[in-house]
């Protein structure tokens, strides 16, 4: 069984998604810079991955450091957050992660050893509750699908983007397959680095789940052709009020969902809501590199000296979204918050 991400001795095992389909590689980090380059090149992606992966990354810091006071040892965990958080500034469960081991390490009145202990702990934790959250998604909400259901999704959201097996949009369809149902899905191809038709494509295939490309300009064909029966998509970060930002595009294809009346869903763990964020419009879009749009691999596609937009997400308003599919049930997009109450 592959693992998206791996814990291993003082290392993290990661697969380099930029490698696939073609070549099924690993990347060995030994240093939280390791990682922090890893995931600002995105040899791993999907927000939930991005959390276990800067979760690992500080227990690498803990596992490695040579310092024998904890106050030493803090401001290297430290330091190391801050490095990380600069890497993806979209991606909640990144931040929550940190966050997280940071508080958790600093409240104890521990020894070194203990601290360092209790990080790497932590960080171990993170990694087990993701892959129950993202279990608990495609078995709960996996009655959203129909024997016979054509789902329409964007970027992947599958074992890749999580540290688990079955991701979260994804884990629905594939929970749904596993239980004997005849579900098909068309997959976008998401430019510009490709992540539906490079990595979803490649997923679906290995659990024999009947897949179509297409490129991201044909959606609104498939949709007027009726060929789409649900839209299925993951999320970066969700707010309060049930905003989404997801993969650059989801608010296209949001649209065009409700243009043609096909039931739009968000599948995401709780711990992509942020509830500071009272609206979507007070989320980070990160804007990446203008290489990823003027090249296709190493072929330059786009003249030089031509100006490029790449923003790597967009902002879905509330509005749009038929509901929320989080591991403790499905809500409407305003009622969010309900999810937290004890």
Not at 314 to 327: K, N, Q, R, S
Request: net charge positive.
């Amino acid at each position: 069984m592959l693992q998206t991400i791996r814990w291993n001795k003082g290392r993290v095992i990661l697969i380099d998604q930029t490698q696939l389909p073609q070549k099924l590689k690993y990347v060995k980090c030994t240093t939280c810079e390791d990682v922090a380059k890893c995931i600002e090149n995105m040899n791993i992606r999907g927000a939930p991955a991005l959390g276990v992966a800067a979760a690992y990354g500080l227990a690498l810091v803990a596992y490695h450091s040579k310092t024998t006071s904890k106050k030493e040892l803090m401001h290297e965990l430290e330091n190391n957050a801050s490095r990380l958080r600069f890497t993806r500034p979209t991606a909640e469960n990144l931040f929550r992660a940190i966050n997280r081991i940071i508080s958790r390490v600093g409240l104890e009145d521990l020894s070194v050893k203990e601290t360092k202990d209790l990080a790497i702990r932590e960080a171990l934790r993170i990694a087990e509750e993701d892959k129950q959250i993202n279990r608990a998604i495609g078995k709960n909400e996996a009655k959203l699908l129909k024997d016979g259901s054509v789902v329409l999704t964007h970027c992947n959201t599958g074992f890749l983007a999580t540290s688990g097996v079955y991701g979260t949009a994804l884990g629905v369809v594939k929970v749904a397959h596993e239980q004997g149902k005849r579900i098909r899905v068309i997959a976008t191809e998401t430019r510009p680095l490709l992540q539906g038709a490079r990595l979803t494509a490649w997923e679906l295939k290995r659990e024999g789940i009947p897949v179509t490309v297409i490129t991201d300009s044909m959606t609104g064909y498939c949709f007027s052709k009726k060929l789409v029966d649900l839209v299925m998509v993951g999320a970066d970060r969700i707010a309060a009020n049930g905003d989404v930002v997801n993969k650059i595009g989801t608010y296209s294809i949001a649209v065009l969902a409700r243009a043609h009346r096909v039931p739009f869903y968000v599948v995401a763990p709780t711990s992509t809501i942020d509830l500071k964020m009272r609206s979507g419009r007070q989320i980070p879009i990160e804007q990446r590199s203008a290489r990823e749009v003027t090249f296709i691999g190493r072929k330059r596609v786009v003249p030089r000296g031509v100006d490029v937009l790449n923003p790597a997400f967009d902002l879905t308003p509330a509005g749009l979204v038929t509901a929320i599919v989080t591991e403790r049930g499905v809500v409407k997009p305003g009622k969010v918050k309900s999810l937290f109450r004890p």
